[in-house]
């Protein structure tokens, strides 16, 4: 359970609701009293906390929902399945004959439509509302906006600098292999 998701239950517990130690007479019809107007106070917080649970739970899911709207997390995937089915097609041209059958079950597998569900579900565990509200506000400035669209590309970027620095410095690791095996030789 999330911190905040069952406000009404946390003002429950917190409440007295213990007989005081010192047993006189007058402290106990205190507590009597007291037990009186709280116990309507308990059942009144009772039926209410749980549609706060559900409004809470509802506007969480609205700000997963937004963050995957502003950060085109639809398109993404669907782009990943075009991809990955690409690449199926590439390895395998016999496969071409079972294209339609393939992409549905991309789709069905890694597709929106298969992994939105737990996509929310994970992100609800990740990220607090008042989080999401505020990764929501940046991805929807402008400077998150192009944040999004940039991100594709320094990546691509990153990746082919990472590959050409490992090619072009393979000859140290090698060079440090050798000489670990020859320190390792009798």
């Known amino acids: 359970m999330k911190t905040g998701q069952y406000r009404g239950y946390i003002l ?3 409440l007295p609701l213990r007989a005081p130690l010192k047993n006189t007479h007058s402290t106990w019809e205190k507590y009597i ?3 009186k107007t709280i116990g309507p106070l308990i059942a009144l917080l009772l ?3 749980p549609t706060g649970v559900i409004a809470d739970a509802a506007s969480h899911r609205q ?3 937004k963050l995957f709207e502003l950060t085109r997390m639809q398109e993404k995937i669907d782009t990943s399945v075009n991809n990955v089915v690409a690449m199926q097609l590439n ?3 016999a496969m071409r004959e079972h294209e339609a059958l393939l992409r549905d ?3 069905r597998q ?3 439509s298969g992994l939105k569900g737990p996509l929310t579900e994970m992100y609800l565990q990740a990220f607090t509302e008042p989080e999401l509200i505020e990764i929501n506000a940046f991805y929807g400035s402008p400077a998150g906006s192009k944040m999004i669209k940039r991100l594709p ?5 990153r990746d082919q600098l990472a590959m050409q620095r490992m090619q072009e410095n393979i000859g140290e690791l090698r060079s440090e292999i050798e000489a670990q095996k020859a320190k390792q030789q009798p």
């Open 105 to 107: 079950y991309m789709e």
């Open 91 to 93: 390895q395998d041209p």
């Open 110 to 112: 890694i597709g929106w």
């Open 153 to 157: 590309e320094l990546i691509k970027q």
């Open 33 to 35: 009293q007291n037990r």
């Open 47 to 49: 039926a209410l906390g």
């Open 12 to 14: 429950i517990i917190n």
């Open 63 to 65: 700000a997963v929902e």
